[in-house]
């Protein structure tokens, strides 16, 4: 996969997440981000501590598939408005699969959790933000 | 299932489990463990189909009448993880009640997976989308944290039916400070605890007017060390723990103590109109029901006060 250019990623995520709300304890918006860097390689606890401003040891790494899991499976239960939501969802897992390399979740911090979904683009790092509340 | 309980279709025998069942989940001689074992709180009543754990009947030809009236704002549900008395006029629970040992606790992660119940009836149910965008956090009653050991209970804990709308800071601070506490006080599997929980009072209403949103949330946990014959061993020395807790923001929610919250169980009555404890013998309710604990464990070493932040048991 070639390596997209940082601004471009961050368009398409914006699209790909606009009025979405992560589902936890709360309902947090999510925020796509682009850190330019000359030299990227595949994210690290480091990158993320530095941008988030947290000890190296509040951040903990979780796979994609499990962080993506929950909004992307339909249930029976669902009405149309959930449904339409798993979709956009699908749409945003793919989105992240096709323009970042080497992505990873990141986790800082404890019950009121930072969540950084990041990988690696042509021109820094690229992708979104959001919250969880796990009390 | 044992296919030789049921090979019967005739309408005297399931009328006869049907009454079986009811009469087993309305009966206060419960085995050990169980997560109702110290009484219905309401007497809440289960719908004859709504007992998952127990053998359905086998669909008579001819529908029976129930025997007991069906009551949606007083609706038994119960479940391995916990039973609870949901009030559909509420859109919550009245009371969660639960049984908490060191069993209990193990490395099974945590769902997140925010579900509606499907035990409830349809129109009763509660979407996880309803606390959307209200402000208030869908906030456990029972904790998953109570819940670690196996998938499936922990996976029971996010029913929607498990949830109050609670403040953020309620949520995430004080009510979070007390359960992790309570988790601490199984020190390693000497104790094992019952807890029942739940709101109370009319703040306001979300998710058009389905949900109650409380003024405050109670919880009376029962304290005792690990053993068999829990019912018989509960007596006016056992340490039993209540706290109500306003749902509320602001610094006293976000940096407050839960022993600052301490209250009897008299008090909750009082504020619910429950009965809590009702299975235990009238002398032993009497003696605890009026008591207001200590805020820390009375061991002999001198324990400091538990009012603050806690780490995991």
């Known amino acids: 996969m070639a390596d997209l250019p940082g601004q471009h990623v961050l368009e398409v995520l914006r699209q790909a997440s606009e009025g979405l709300l992560f589902r936890s304890e709360t309902d947090a918006p999510i925020e796509p981000f682009f850190w330019p860097d000359a030299a990227p390689v595949a994210p690290s606890a480091e990158l993320v501590a530095s941008h988030a401003k947290a000890e190296v040891k509040a951040v903990k790494t979780r796979s994609l598939t499990t962080f993506f899991r929950p909004t992307i499976t339909e249930q029976e239960w669902h009405n149309a408005q959930e449904k339409a939501e798993v979709k956009r969802f699908q749409i945003l897992r793919e989105t992240v699969k096709s323009s970042l390399k080497a992505a990873k979740v990141f986790r800082v911090g404890k019950v009121e959790v930072e969540v950084y979904v990041v990988g690696q683009v042509m021109d820094g790092y690229a992708g979104f933000k959001t919250r969880v509340v796990e009390t | 299932m044992s296919k030789s309980l049921f090979p019967f279709s005739s309408l005297p025998l399931c009328t006869a489990w049907g009454v079986i069942l009811l009469l087993g989940n309305l ?35 001819i529908p029976v009448a129930p025997l007991i009236p069906l009551d949606l704002n007083n609706l038994l549900v119960e479940r391995p993880a916990f039973s609870l008395g949901y009030d559909q006029s509420l859109g919550t629970a009245k009371w969660v009640s639960w049984h908490l040992a060191q069993s209990d606790r193990g490395r099974s992660g945590r769902s997140e997976d925010f579900y509606s119940d499907p035990l409830l009836p349809a129109a009763a149910q509660i979407q996880p989308n309803d606390y959307r965008g209200s402000g208030y956090d869908r906030g456990h009653v029972c904790p998953s944290g109570d819940r670690t050991a196996d998938k499936e209970l922990n996976a029971q804990t996010f029913l929607m039916s498990n949830m109050l709308p609670q403040t953020p800071d309620l949520n995430r601070q004080l009510w979070r400070k007390f359960e992790e506490y309570l988790r601490t006080q199984l020190k390693s599997g000497q104790n094992e605890l019952y807890i029942v929980a739940g709101g109370e009072g009319t703040l306001e209403r979300i998710a058009d007017g389905k ?91 001198g324990e400091q006060a538990d009012g603050g932040e806690q780490t995991n048991g």
């Open chain 2, 211 to 301: 949900v109650n949103v409380p003024t405050s949330c109670w919880k009376v946990a029962v304290i005792l060390p690990s053993g068999e014959g829990d019912l018989k061993r509960i007596d006016g020395n056992t340490r039993v723990v209540s706290v109500v807790m306003p749902n509320q923001s602001g610094a006293e929610i976000s940096r407050g103590k839960w022993s600052d919250y301490l209250t009897s169980v008299d008090k909750i009555e009082e504020l619910t109109k429950l009965d809590l404890l009702s299975n235990l013998p009238l002398e032993v309710q009497a003696a605890l029901e009026s008591r207001i604990d200590t805020g820390r464990a009375s061991t002999t070493k």
């Open chain 2, 27 to 61: 009966s206060p001689l419960r085995a050990d463990n169980q997560n109702l074992l110290l009484g219905n709180p309401s007497r809440a009543v289960p719908a004859p189909q709504l007992v998952p754990d127990l053998p359905q009947p086998v669909a008579p030809a």
